[in-house]
T-cell receptor, first 114, second 111 residues
Framework: DAGVIQSPRHEVTEMGQEVTLRCKPI?????LFWYRQTMMRGLELLIY????????DSGMPEDRFSAKMPNASFSTLKIQPSEPRDSAVYFC????????????FGQGTRLTVV | SQELEQSPQSLIVQEGKNLTINCTSS?????LYWYKQKYGEGLIFLMM?????EEKSHEKITAKLDEKKQQRSLHITASQPSHAGIYLC???????????FGTGTRLKVLA
């Protein structure tokens, strides 16, 4: 298996534009997590899915953020409209259980909003 | 404010030196997870401690958990350039999936 695949690896966009981050989890993993990493706040859980269903989205910072998982092999995190303070590295992780130590992380998407 | 304070934020050491990274919390958190991250890569799980007072070692890396004092640490003995990277500590909020992480320590080891 190729592991958790995220795209794009880098994204630079202008303030106000819509940004879509993509994630392909490891096949067979029932849990999918979206994290955001910044220097100031470290790594924060935004939302997680179990069997394609959003279970907890309390970490999503604002209504500008939305996440979907239309099927077991694909998830998106969308920011609309984007703002400079959204600049961060966004990680997707998947696991067959909900245990963080058994989660595999993607390489991340480095988002810069100018 | 950050629930899990990690220090130092960055660290530069000479190869062969020992070093310690600390994580402290003002609230009650459970367990200890250490991850390593290299630039542009995902997180790699290093080790986990679940019991207060527990200590675990793997190769030259030792993790300690003191839940009473809410202190967590990672100690590297005789550091090597391969130890360079960002180290993240993590802990668990009451057994939920809301694992939280520290802000990371950037470690550079000079050859």
């Amino acid at each position: 298996d190729a592991g958790v695949i995220q795209s794009p690896r880098h994204e630079v966009t202008e303030m106000g534009q819509e940004v879509t981050l993509r994630c392909k989890p490891i096949s067979g993993h029932d849990y999918l997590f979206w994290y955001r990493q910044t220097m100031m706040r470290g790594l924060e859980l935004l939302i997680y899915f179990n069997n394609n269903v959003p279970i907890d989205d309390s970490g999503m910072p604002e209504d500008r953020f939305s996440a979907k998982m239309p099927n077991a092999s694909f998830s998106t995190l969308k920011i609309q409209p984007s703002e400079p303070r959204d600049s961060a590295v966004y990680f997707c992780a998947s696991s067959s259980t909900g245990i963080v130590t058994e989660a595999f992380f993607g390489q991340g998407t480095r988002l810069t909003v100018v | 404010s950050q629930e899990l304070e990690q220090s130092p934020q960055s660290l530069i050491v000479q190869e062969g030196k020992n070093l310690t990274i600390n994580c402290t919390s003002s609230k009650t958190l459970y367990g200890l997870y250490w991850y390593k991250q290299k630039y542009g890569e995902g997180l790699i799980f290093l080790m986990m401690l679940q019991k207060g007072g527990e200590e675990k070692s793997h190769e030259k890396i030792t993790a300690k958990l003191d839940e009473k004092k809410q202190q967590r640490s990672l100690h590297i003995t005789a550091s090597q350039p391969s130890h360079a990277g960002i180290y993240l500590c993590g802990a668990d909020r009451t057994g939920t999936y809301k694992y939280i992480f520290g802000t990371g320590t950037r470690l550079k080891v000079l050859a």
